[in-house]
C-alpha cells in the first residue's frame, strides 16, 4: 500500500503500530484515537456540519444528543476515558517524510518518540488526552509544525520545546503547566499574522506567567497582527485601564509613532444555564474612527476534557491604530464579566 494517502485506525482498539508503517511513504495523514466514553455519550447525532473527511473520522459511533443525557454535568465530565487502557505502542516514524497529519489522542501515551523531529512536513499534532509530562525537544526541529493539541495532557508540565514556527497551541486542562513558551522568542522568529495559546483550567500556569503587556513592551522588531491567549484570571492585571461597555480608546496623533500595538483583556466566564455544551466563541469586534475593521477576531475552544468553571482571561494584542479606537465583544455560551486595555509603546520610547 505504498500509495496510501490517510490511514485511520481511530477506536479499534489497536495496541502496537506495526514498525512497517515506515514503508508508507505517501503517508499524509494518520490518526489513531482511542476509545473515551464521555465522547461517546456526546457524539452529534448529525455530522452534517463536518466536511467529507472529517465525517468519515468522526462519524462513528453516533450516540443521543448530549441535551438527551440524564446526567449532571459534574458527573458528565468524570466519566472515565476508556474501559480498558490502551498503552499504544509506537515504533519509529521517522521514515513517514510525507506525513503533514498525525492525530494520537487518548493512547495512553507516557513518552512521546523523541524521532518525531524528522517528521519534516508535519504541519498539525494532536497529541490530546495522553499522559506523558514533557514534550520531546526534537519537537523544535519541526519547520512546518502549525497547529499542536494538547488538551488534557494533565501530567504534561511545560511547553518549552514548542517551535517558532507555529500558529495554535491548544492546552486547555493541562492542569499540571507550569512553564509557558519562550513568548518573546515566538514574537521575534514567527511570520504568522495569528498566534494563539489557549490554557483553560491550567491553574499552575497563573503564577509564571507575566501579563501580555509586560511581554510585548519594548520591542522594536514587526510583531504578528493577532496575539491572543486564554490561561485562568478573574481579574483586570495591573496595568490596564478599565473599558465600560460603551467607551472608547482614544489613541493621539502625537502618540502614534511611537505606539507598537494595543492589548485588551476580557475577562470571561462560561454559560452555567449551558451545561452540556462543549462549544465556545469569544468575538472582538473593533472599529478605528467609526470604520468597522474588515476582519473580526475569535478564538474558538471546545472543551473535551472538563468544563472550566472558574474565570479566565482572554489576553489580545492588536494592532497599532491611530484616533478613536472603539471594541464590542460578542461571546456565544460565554458571559464577558470586565474589560480593560493598555497601550504598548516602541522600546526607544519607554
Known amino acids: 500500500m505504498q500509495l496510501l494517502e490517510l490511514l485511520n485506525l481511530s477506536w479499534t482498539a489497536i495496541k502496537e503500530v506495526p514498525s512497517s508503517i515506515v514503508r508508507l511513504k505517501n503517508l499524509k495523514q494518520l490518526h489513531i484515537r482511542g476509545w473515551k466514553l464521555s465522547e461517546f455519550y456526546a457524539r452529534p447525532a448529525s455530522p452534517e456540519w463536518n466536511d467529507p473527511l472529517q465525517t468519515a473520522l468522526f462519524s462513528l459511533p453516533t450516540s443521543p444528543a448530549p441535551w438527551n443525557i440524564l446526567l449532571p454535568s459534574f458527573l458528565y465530565y468524570s466519566l472515565p476515558t476508556r474501559p480498558v487502557p490502551l498503552g499504544l505502542l509506537l515504533p519509529s516514524l521517522s521514515g513517514l517524510q510525507s506525513l503533514t497529519y498525525l492525530h494520537l489522542s487518548d493512547c495512553d501515551l507516557l513518552s512521546i518518540p523523541n524521532d518525531f523531529g524528522c517528521l519534516s512536513s508535519l504541519a498539525h ?20 509544525l502549525q497547529t499542536l493539541l494538547l488538551e488534557g495532557c494533565r501530567r ?62 519594548g520591542q522594536s522588531v514587526k510583531l504578528p497582527c493577532i496575539l491572543d491567549i486564554i490561561i485562568p484570571g ?107 486595555f493598555n497601550l504598548v509603546y516602541k522600546q526607544h520610547a519607554l
Open 125 to 144: 499534532l494532536n497529541l490530546s488526552g495522553n499522559n506523558f509530562v514533557s514534550l520531546p525537544k526534537s519537537i523544535s526541529q519541526l519547520s512546518k
Open 156 to 217: 504534561l508540565q511545560s511547553l518549552e520545546s514548542v517551535p517558532p514556527t507555529i500558529d495554535s497551541v491548544i492546552a486547555n486542562n493541562c492542569t499540571s503547566l507550569e512553564r509557558f513558551p519562550e513568548l518573546q522568542f515566538h514574537l521575534l522568529t514567527s511570520n504568522h499574522s495569528h498566534l494563539n495559546f489557549q490554557c483553560l483550567n491550567c491553574f499552575k500556569l497563573v503564577d509564571n506567567i507575566q501579563s501580555i503587556s509586560n511581554m510585548i513592551q
Open 234 to 340: 478573574g481579574e483586570i492585571p495591573k496595568g490596564f485601564s478599565p473599558v465600560g461597555w460603551c467607551d472608547n480608546i482614544q489613541v493621539p496623533n502625537c502618540e502614534y509613532q511611537y505606539l507598537m500595538g494595543i492589548t485588551l483583556c476580557i475577562v470571561f466566564v462560561l454559560n452555567p444555564w449551558r451545561p452540556f455544551s462543549r462549544d465556545f466563541q469569544l468575538t472582538c469586534l473593533f472599529e478605528v474612527n467609526g470604520v468597522a475593521m474588515r476582519y473580526p477576531v475569535r478564538s474558538f475552544f471546545k472543551l473535551n476534557y472538563a468544563m472550566a468553571e472558574s474565570p479566565h482571561l482572554w489576553l489580545l494584542y492588536l494592532p497599532p491604530q491611530c484616533g478613536e479606537f472603539s471594541i464590542k465583544i460578542i461571546s456565544d455560551n460565554i458571559k464577558v464579566m470586565k474589560k480593560g
